[in-house]
């Protein structure tokens, strides 16, 4: 297993665009979670499935963020319609639900975003 | 509402001098995770406390989870300059367990 991965680890649009992020876990981790970063602080919650149930979505996300999990795997995070202060970094993390490991969580290194 | 609030957030110091790191919630844990941060990367961690009053050292760390399972601390002996990093302590909150995230505290280790 290679870990967790993002896709693009950078992109880089313009005000008003859409951008589509992926996320790829450890195959056997059953929660996926979204969390946003920006520099120096600790990443804000997002959202976060086990399997292919989102289970909770942050309420200081707005609408123009949705995320899928589609057959439990990969999941993708979509902004619509971006803004500069969704610049930040997006980090996707998995791990299992239960068990010694639960909870214990596997990051990807990270998807930056930077909205002109 | 920040749930865990971390101090100090910024913490510049010398080669060899040691530090405490402060983790504080006002709810209470069923266990406590730290995790380390570099630029660029994502947050890879460290230790996993799960008793109240548990001690567990990692060569010059040593992680503390209050026996009330509402805070922790992190304290590192003779600080390097590997030791630079965001430190991040993290915990499994509500009914499915979400972990939420602290506010963080940026440390500098100057050689």
């Known amino acids: 297993d290679t870990g967790v991965s993002q896709d693009p680890r950078h992109k880089i649009t313009k005000r008003g665009q859409n951008v589509t992020f992926r996320c790829d876990p450890i195959s056997e981790h059953n929660r996926l979670y979204w969390y946003r970063q920006t520099l120096g602080q600790g990443p804000e919650f997002l959202t976060y499935?086990?399997?292919?149930?989102?289970?909770?979505k942050s309420r200081l996300l707005s609408d123009r963020f949705s995320a899928e999990r589609p057959k439990g795997s990969f999941s993708t995070l979509e902004i619509q319609r971006t803004e500069q202060g969704d610049s930040a970094m997006y980090l996707c993390?998995?791990?299992?639900?239960?068990?010694?490991?639960?909870?214990?969580?596997?990051f990807g290194a990270g998807s930056r975003l930077t909205v002109l | 509402t920040q749930l865990l609030e971390q101090s100090p957030q910024f913490l510049s110091i010398q080669e060899g001098e040691n530090l405490t790191v402060y983790c504080n919630s006002s709810?209470?844990?069923?266990?406590l995770q730290w995790y380390r941060q570099e630029p660029g990367e994502g947050p890879v961690l460290l230790v996993t406390v799960v008793t109240g009053g548990e001690v567990k050292k990692l060569k010059r760390l040593t992680f503390q989870f209050g026996d009330a399972r509402k805070d922790s601390s992190l304290h590192i002996t003779a600080a390097q300059p590997g030791d630079t990093g965001l430190y991040l302590c993290?915990?499994?909150?509500?009914?499915?367990?979400?972990?939420?995230f602290g506010t963080g505290t940026k440390l500098q280790v100057i050689p």
């Open positions: 993290a915990g499994p909150m509500g009914g499915y367990q979400k972990v939420t």
């Open positions: 709810s209470v844990f069923s266990s």
């Open positions: 993390a998995s791990s299992l639900a239960a068990g010694s490991g639960a909870n214990v969580l596997t």
């Open positions: 499935f086990q399997n292919e149930a989102q289970l909770e």
